[in-house]
């Protein structure tokens, strides 16, 4: 029977969404390298937990890690077994809409921070990915009992995987590596031709900013939600540079009082587990000079999502979305 995401966990990935950015490790040193090059196995892969061997090409996958499921879609192998960090849904296969059909079988959904590790190893999976978590040495320790377990990269921790280091890591378990950097460098080249085209983003300040049942926060310098944005050729509000980081290292709690360290030239804020009118009808939101402007951009549903995720798939969906409402915010 396939597991949904409990509403207790669905609450507790709420608040990690804050926290669970990308942190900027050398993807060369991040999966380390495979014996043999790409499609050869056996294969070594450096991480957090030391060198991992796959010994042959998986054909049954459990995908754990945030957007580890969809990293191993994009590369064209189905996992049999899957976690849902977004709370799509059961009839969602666990998967955004840019990723929907790409499942002939709907995968086995397993919980995210307390996954059953019964269900895992009832899946006699080859491989276990779990590339983007909480970098946890017992949670890996279990996993690794139950099959070699691609976790969290060298210098990586939790939910800092970034986009780059996910695929590498993902694609030489898989025997995928020349089709997983293609899939970065085709997303690369897409940033930097809305980059290109938009020549006045170049300097402009920007700040990604959410809020969630808890209260305001912003994402810091290095997180992935920012380099996104940094992509595109705006800067990081050095208001929230100059803040000290949460416990993880990658944002900032921001008080209503001060919500005014979130004013830039533009805004991108998102809601987390709440209505949007809860950040749209704050009077400290809409005292904001860019929001009064016109500069402001408030994302949510599937858009949000795919910004959050940042998966080989989501980045485009998110890329498409996002660029006429930054479009619209920057005139």
């Known amino acids: 029977m396939r597991k949904k995401l409990s509403i207790a966990a669905a609450v507790a990935v709420a608040t990690l969404a804050l926290a669970g950015c990308s942190a900027d490790t050398d993807s060369d040193d991040a ?3 495979a014996s043999g090059g790409s499609g050869a196995f056996p294969v070594s892969i450096d991480t957090k937990f030391g060198e991992v061997t796959v010994e042959k090409k998986p054909t049954r996958v459990v995908a754990l890690g945030w957007g580890d499921a969809e990293a191993a879609l994009a590369l064209g192998v189905q996992p049999v077994g899957a976690s849902d960090w977004l709370a799509f849904g059961d009839d969602a296969d666990g998967v955004g ?4 059909g790409l499942y002939d079988q709907a995968p086995e959904i397993i919980g995210t921070l ?3 590790y019964e269900a895992i190893a009832a899946l006699e999976p080859d491989v276990i990915l779990d590339t983007k978590s909480s970098g946890d040495q017992e949670r890996y320790d279990r ?9 969290v990269p ?3 921790d939790s939910y800092l995987t970034d986009f780059e280091d996910q695929m590498e890591l993902v694609s030489k378990a898989l025997g995928e590596e020349a089709e997983g950097e293609r899939l970065v460098d085709e997303n690369e080249k897409a940033v930097e031709a809305v980059a290109d085209a938009h020549p006045e983003w170049k300097g402009k300040t920007i700040t990604a900013a959410t809020k969630t049942s808890e209260g305001w926060g ?9 380099e996104q944005l940094e992509a595109l050729g705006f800067e990081q509000n050095p208001a929230i540079s100059a803040l000290k980081p949460n416990a993880g290292g990658f944002s900032v709690s921001i008080s209503s009082e001060q919500l005014d360290q979130i004013d830039a030239d533009v805004i991108v804020a998102f809601p987390i587990y709440i209505d949007t009118t809860e950040i749209t009808d704050d009077p400290q939101w809409k005292a ?4 009064q402007d016109g500069h ?3 994302i949510d549903g599937d858009v949000a999502a795919a910004y959050s995720l940042g998966s080989a798939l989501s980045r485009q969906y998110a890329l498409d979305q996002l660029v006429p409402l930054l479009e619209g915010a920057t005139k």
């Open 31 to 33: 999966a380390g390298g």
């Open 97 to 100: 809409p840019w990723a929907q």
């Open 114 to 116: 307390e996954p059953s």
């Open 143 to 151: 996993l690794s009992s139950i099959a070699p377990t691609v976790g």
């Open 154 to 156: 060298e210098g990586g």
């Open 218 to 226: 912003a994402y810091v310098e290095d997180s992935e939600r920012v």
């Open 288 to 291: 904001l000079s860019a929001v």
């Open 296 to 298: 402001a951009v408030v």
